[in-house]
């Protein structure tokens, strides 16, 4: 409706494949009229940013039916189908109740660092998708260093998490907050170190850049890189607190962790972010990985980015796939997970990528010879090093770990009736 | 932000750090920057102090965006405020409830002094240095590329002796807090 608008005030035809145009157009259209230069950065801005925040918008509401339809599939249930066609309407009816409800905050909360946390939370993930290439000549910033961007945007949700758990002045939301921090320190070195590895091989760091080289060499970083693609699938869903590793609010165990306290919007918010950040996630992925809108021959008949978004809803259906699928993870097992396991195959990986950009650049051998053997070693290597280190380093079952942590002796006194049973000889339970 | 990241629309002759945005962005940046710096060390709880000092991360790195350093703006973001805060916070929430209060010390007077001290000696290297001003810089130039040929060409030896420096204290911190295996057994 919009494009048809333009094409009546301004007489140009838009085509729908190429998005960019239209800012172009509207920046000549300021330019004629004598606009000065800051209104055309602020009209193209302004654009970009309201079609990228509608878009995650959207986003949030469909992917709560998309997430709790594909993981009732897979769990042998129904999810959602009473609202609307095969329960569509179900996100719209719990996000006029979550509005509804009354905002309840504990007596004891401090108050402005309550009320910011949300906020904190969902804002860094609407900033990643600022530098995310929509098409070819479709960034909204374009930002030399992209990916450290995408890096640092993405820390400052640690700080939102902890002031959440600690102004709630709960305890199992701050077991909550404090279990997040730990694992996103710890989580944080492997996904540094895959990132790095595809910065390394393209060289560069602008997003936009990273899938123009695959679009030179037509190749898919994923299959000349499948370890840091591994590697970051698997952190980054620990970062996500999706279910592999969503011991930060597990319910079963802390009641609802960091969040415990929050009600009506201000949970919506923490809800959405969790939604919007896995969306953000996948279409990381999908740029460093899967190419982003380019797609062979398939990016001259479809817009590039009607390709980017199947990429990224299919990059979401694998996360959707591990969370109905796998069990929980326990603390120590997922810091260990991230220590033992994903560091050094992240450092293995980066001396590997180092030695054959050293390789590429030196020897003067063409790409054509180089890029098929890269990808036959890298794959090879990869199923070897995942292999071998489950195998190798794969840990002794322990029901429980070997010594407790932190508290090295505590008392447990015996049940009285355990008690009874123990001194009229002993039941099953001796100890 | 200012979109200074879309195309050059400046000519090359009018210096962009002169730029009436800029010059706002920058008194309004630098504002911030002091005053959360000064709440730093007025807020009474320790974990608002430290919040307050992720925000003067933050401006600091705004003020980078203002002198075109991209680069080092995100990276400021990056370490301080998302690791250097959040570990901050972590090394408060693990000390005792009691002393998560900035409580009366003597030690106020001394601390003042030095404080002082370190000012007096920033501001006269401020002001003894000759800045090198570069006018004719354009919005964004590439300073990640040139950032790691400085690193690693002609500044390779102290990069490597901050690197083995980190690696000393971080072997310290492993050797001061391992817990005796032989106790924890017993």
């Known amino acids: 409706m919009m494009l048809s608008l333009l094409t009546i005030i301004t007489g140009y035809w838009f085509d729908i494949r190429d998005l960019s145009n239209l800012s172009r157009k509207i920046e000549e259209l300021i330019g004629d009229a004598g ?26 509401v469909i992917n709560i039916w998309v997430e709790r339809r594909v993981v009732g599939r897979m769990q042998s249930r129904l ?45 860094p993930g ?12 479709m960034t909204l910033a374009s930002l030399d260093s992209g990916v450290l961007f995408l890096l640092a945007a993405s820390s400052l949700g640690a700080l939102a998490v902890f002031m959440a758990g600690y102004s709630s002045n709960n305890k199992y939301a701050l077991f909550g907050s404090m279990r997040v921090i730990a694992m996103l320190v710890s989580y944080e070195i492997p996904i540094v170190m895959a990132l790095l590895g595809v910065v390394l091989f393209t060289g560069t760091m602008d997003l936009g850049g990273i ?52 009600s009506g919007m201000k949970f919506g918010l923490f809800y959405a972010a969790e939604l919007i950040n896995a969306v953000v996630v996948s279409a990381i992925i999908s740029t460093l990985f899967l190419g982003g809108w380019w797609m062979y021959k398939l990016d001259e008949l479809v817009p590039g980015w009607m390709i980017y978004i199947g990429k990224i809803y299919g990059v979401y259906f694998l996360f959707v796939w591990t969370r109905g699928t796998l069990p929980r993870f326990r603390i120590d097992q997922l810091l260990a997970f991230a220590w033992k396991w994903m560091t050094p195959m992240a450092i293995l990986n980066l001396v590997l990528v180092a030695a054959e950009v050293l390789i590429w650049e030196e020897s003067g051998w063409s790409a054509g010879l180089l890029l098929p053997a890269y990808i036959v070693i890298n794959n090879a290597l990869a199923v070897v090093t995942i292999y071998g280190f489950m195998t190798l380093l794969a840990p002794k079952f322990q029901r429980f770990p070997a010594r407790l942590r932190f508290y090295p002796t ?13 001194a009229a000889g002993g039941g099953p339970r001796a100890s | 932000m200012r979109p200074a990241a879309g195309p050059a629309h400046h000519d090359g002759e009018q210096s962009l750090i002169d730029d009436t945005g800029i010059v706002v962005a920058f008194y309004i940046l630098a504002a911030t920057t002091v005053v959360c710096a000064l709440m730093v060390a007025f807020v009474r709880e320790l974990i608002q102090a430290v919040l307050f000092l992720a925000l003067t991360f933050v401006g600091v790195a705004g003020i980078y965006i203002v002198l075109s350093a991209d680069f080092v703006a995100v990276v400021q973001v990056l370490i301080y405020a998302g690791a250097v805060a959040v570990l901050m916070t972590f090394a408060v929430m693990l000390t ?25 000696v920033i501001v006269f290297v401020a002001y003894d240095t000759t800045w090198h001003l570069d006018k004719g810089r354009g919005a964004f130039p590439a300073t990640a590329a040139s950032l790691g040929e400085a690193f690693l ?7 490597e002796v901050a690197s083995v420096l980190l690696m000393t204290a971080m072997i310290g911190a492993i050797v001061l807090t391992k817990e005796d295996e032989g106790d924890a057994d017993a």
């Not at chain 1, 620990?238 to 590793?245: F, G, I, K, S, V």
Request: charged fraction near 15%; hydrophobic fraction near 50%.
């Open chain 1, 35 to 60: 606009g000065p230069d800051w209104l055309i950065f602020v009209v193209s801005g302004l654009l970009g940013a309201i079609g990228i925040i509608s878009f995650i918008g959207g986003v949030a």
């Open chain 1, 79 to 123: 999810g959602p189908n009473r609202l609307g066609p095969f329960g569509l309407l179900q996100p719209v009816a719990d996000a006029i109740k979550l509005m509804q409800k009354e905002v309840l905050q504990p007596a004891t909360a401090s108050g402005l660092i309550f009320t910011l946390a949300p906020i904190m939370f969902t804002v």
């Open chain 1, 126 to 137: 609407i900033w990643l998708t600022a530098v995310l290439p929509w098409g070819r000549n």
């Open chain 1, 211 to 262: 899938v123009l080289f695959q679009e030179k060499y037509r190749v898919f970083m994923v299959m000349l890189q499948p370890l840091p693609f591994f590697i970051y699938f698997i952190s980054v869903s620990a970062e996500l607190n999706r279910t592999p590793a969503d011991i930060a609010e597990a319910e079963s165990e802390i009641v609802g962790g960091y969040h415990t306290e929050y």
């Open chain 1, 410 to 422: 505590i008392d447990v006194p015996s049940l009285p009736a355990v008690a009874a049973v123990d």
């Open chain 2, 96 to 120: 005792p409830a009691a002393d998560r209060r900035n409580s009366e010390t003597p030690f106020w007077g001394p601390a003042l002094i030095l404080s002082g001290l370190v000012l007096a």
């Open chain 2, 153 to 159: 060409k002609p500044y390779v030896v102290p990069f």
